[in-house]
């Protein structure tokens, strides 16, 4: 028999579309995915999530929500789901296959499978992850105020996060592995134009270095016919901003997506171009990338999936 709703997904967007699936008597069942919890569960203090005065850390937001969806009456299952079948038409339920070889049937889904940042592919991001390595400014510049950090990346961006952590920190140093930056000319000038960013042309990170966290970065330098230059740069934090990779192979190629991956839904709802299936969360959101946003389009996707099940008649 077909589910009401399946949600593929598990961050801040899967678990608030399965809050929302529950109370509206969907029956929600919820596959973890490859990283259960989403990026947030590499995140340690989070202090710009609505209801904690104190702040919290990624874990404890994940396990909260979770809590939550399970309480209220969704499933949740480990699994990866590695192959759609989805109706065009809207005639018949969709069928995804998990890792496993479980073929699950459902009327509605929703894809919330997250966005992934992109590495350098240093084994120091790792090791250093939580402790001075961020892939977003927004969500940890608060903890660098009048620090000092560095930005890998030359594009728009690059740009942006530097600007908006230039407003925080005492330096910020952006990495360009070129001798231009790749931004728009406005946001270029502005970058230029803020005396507590520096830009270090054709610079790269070979590694980072610190006892308890970051506190410096292996540097190169490409200084052309006189080679290389190899330097260390003392800095408290480390943020990459050279892009990022939404998760949506799986739903690919029934489901649209733009020219970057993301998967294109129909504003101002959540729908997809697939009848029936909805798209939730970082992997359909190129711009804001927020665990709140994520969380708003997952209730989104939810009302959306009822409405729709509602005009077919299955509920």
């Known amino acids: 028999m077909a589910l009401k709703t399946l949600i593929v997904g598990s961050g801040p967007a899967g678990f608030t579309a399965a809050i929302y699936a529950s109370r509206s008597s969907l029956e929600?069942?919820?596959?973890?995915?490859?990283?259960?919890?989403?990026?947030?569960?590499?995140?340690?203090?989070?202090?710009?999530?609505?209801?904690?005065p104190e702040g919290t850390t990624g874990q404890e937001l994940m396990d909260d929500l979770r809590a939550q969806a399970e309480r209220l009456g969704a499933e949740v299952r480990e699994g990866l789901v590695t192959k759609v079948e989805f109706c065009k038409d809207g005639s018949q339920p969709h069928r995804v296959t998990l890792d496993d070889?479980?073929?699950?049937?459902?009327?509605?889904?929703i894809i919330s499978t997250g966005a992934s940042a992109k590495y350098l592919g240093l084994d120091d991001e790792k090791k250093y992850a939580g402790?001075?390595?961020?892939?977003?400014?927004?969500?940890?510049?608060?903890?660098?105020?009048?620090?000092?950090?560095?930005?890998?990346?030359?594009?728009?961006?690059?740009?942006?996060?530097?600007?908006?952590?230039?407003?925080?920190?005492?330096?910020?140093?952006?990495?360009?592995?070129?001798?231009?930056?790749r931004a728009s000319d406005a946001m270029v000038q502005k970058v230029k134009g803020i005396e507590?960013?520096?830009i270090l042309w054709n610079t790269q990170?070979?590694?980072?270095?610190g006892e308890n966290g970051v506190e410096g970065v292996h540097l190169v330098e490409n200084k052309g016919k006189d080679g290389e230059r190899h330097y260390d740069l003392p800095i408290d934090g480390f943020f990459l901003a050279i892009g990022h990779h939404p998760n949506s192979e799986v739903s690919r190629p029934d489901v649209e997506v733009d020219e970057?991956?993301?998967?294109?839904?129909?504003?101002?709802?959540?729908a997809t171009n697939i009848p029936g299936v909805f798209a939730a969360g970082d992997v359909a959101d190129p711009l804001y990338r927020q665990a709140i946003s994520a969380a708003g389009s997952g209730c989104r996707a939810a009302i959306d999936a009822l409405h729709y099940l509602q005009e077919k008649g299955i509920v």
């Open 28 to 52: 929600p069942l919820v596959y973890e995915g490859l990283q259960p919890g989403g990026q947030l569960m590499q995140t340690t203090e989070i202090e710009n999530f609505p209801g904690y």
């Open 101 to 109: 070889g479980t073929e699950v049937e459902a009327h509605t889904v």
């Open 131 to 181: 402790m001075g390595v961020s892939a977003c400014a927004t969500c940890d510049g608060f903890f660098y105020r009048k620090k000092v950090v560095a930005v890998v990346g030359g594009g728009d961006t690059a740009c942006e996060e530097a600007q908006y952590l230039a407003g925080l920190a005492k330096k910020v140093y952006m990495l360009v592995r070129r001798d231009v930056l």
């Open 196 to 198: 507590n960013i520096e």
């Open 205 to 209: 990170a070979e590694g980072l270095f």
């Open 260 to 270: 970057q991956g993301y998967i294109k839904v129909q504003h101002p709802t959540t």
